[in-house]
């Protein structure tokens, strides 16, 4: 199995999808006139660890079971569930920018959420290519993937 293949198998997971809709919508949640860039880091990453280590338990437990021994349920579900915290990478990059007062506050989120649009409309391209689609259904579902992803965001952080 090449590299490439590792990297999709770890990335394009409904976790990673699931982890960045949450992640994105924790740090439109948090932001507001008077955030500052490392709250908002802090809030969004803290918050997306307590919900990654709820999946894994959740996962651990769904699992473990008389054939399967309580380490090897951990370990599976470790590994499913890491896409979560792969996908909030680039936008916690982002993020740092306004720490470090590279931009505002203010930019900074912004540029996260798009740049998690963008990952999630890559995410729905490379699903598609991994079913070798044709190129435009590619576009298409990384459109519609992006589009629903942001649509999600956007519900999430009305919601809180």
Known sequence: MGVVQRV??????????????????????????????????????????????????????????????????????????????????LPTLVLLLGVFHVMTADESVGLALLVATIVLGVLGYSAFAQRRSHVAIRILGAIGTALFGAVMIVLNIAVH
Request: proline share 1%.
């Open 8 to 89: 999709r198998e770890r990335l394009v997971t409904p976790d990673a999808v699931y982890g960045l809709i949450l992640f994105s919508a924790l740090i439109g949640a948090v932001d507001d006139d008077d955030s500052e860039a490392l709250e908002v880091l802090i809030v969004s990453v803290t918050s997306l660890l307590v919900f990654w280590g709820a999946h894994v338990f959740a996962g651990t437990i769904a699992s473990h079971g008389a054939n399967t021994r309580l380490g090897t349920a951990l370990g599976r579900a470790l590994g499913h569930s890491m896409g979560m915290l792969y996908a909030a990478i």
